[in-house]
């Protein structure tokens, strides 16, 4: 499994996120997006609608009927009831929970820097976790760090 560490220095989620969501969709793969709070769980679904004149991502707020056949289901728990296996934290907060999947992004800001640290350490020591982290160079421009 894979984890990719975005550390949002320069561009916020609401501009990362979508993002990613277009690239695993025109994938035919799902996404689970994962806040705790609820009015972040709000604003990034009318952010998957709104974000792009031209287009919006199909999804669905987790707990209702259609769970299972949306692509990308938005969540206060990574419980994969849309049958994801990319997961987003974009809360910022770990859970273990999500090493069921195949491929994480874990978005954090500066905030959580000292956590998102402490994870990357710990996942180091974990069999068959492959860990990228990505920064922004000062072009915007998305690099993996070495």
């Known amino acids: 499994m894979q984890v990719d560490f975005y550390h949002l220095s320069r561009t916020p989620l609401e501009r990362v996120l979508p993002r990613i969501a277009e690239r695993i969709l025109a994938t035919g793969g799902r996404l689970?997006?994962?806040?705790?709070?609820?009015?972040?769980r709000m604003g990034l679904d009318q952010l998957l609608w709104t974000y792009?004149?031209?287009s919006f991502l199909p999804h669905g707020l987790a707990g209702g009927e259609?769970?299972?056949?949306?692509?990308?289901?938005?969540?206060?728990?990574?419980?994969?009831?849309?049958?994801?296996?990319?997961?987003?934290?974009?809360?910022?907060v770990w859970r273990d929970?999500?090493?069921?999947?195949?491929?994480?992004?874990?978005?954090?800001?500066?905030?959580?820097?000292?956590?998102?640290?402490?994870?990357?350490?710990?996942?180091?020591?974990?069999?068959?976790?492959?860990?990228r982290y990505w920064k922004q160079d000062d072009a915007g421009h998305w690099e993996q760090a070495v």
């Open 32 to 40: 689970l997006v994962v806040a705790i709070d609820e009015q972040t």
């Open 97 to 131: 929970e999500v090493l069921a999947f195949t491929r994480v992004f874990h978005f954090f800001t500066e905030d959580r820097i000292r956590e998102a640290r402490a994870v990357w350490k710990d996942l180091a020591e974990k069999e068959g976790v492959k860990r």
């Open 52 to 54: 792009a004149a031209a």
């Open 66 to 92: 259609d769970d299972a056949s949306q692509p990308v289901l938005i969540s206060r728990v990574p419980d994969g009831a849309n049958g994801a296996q990319n997961v987003a934290l974009a809360d910022g």
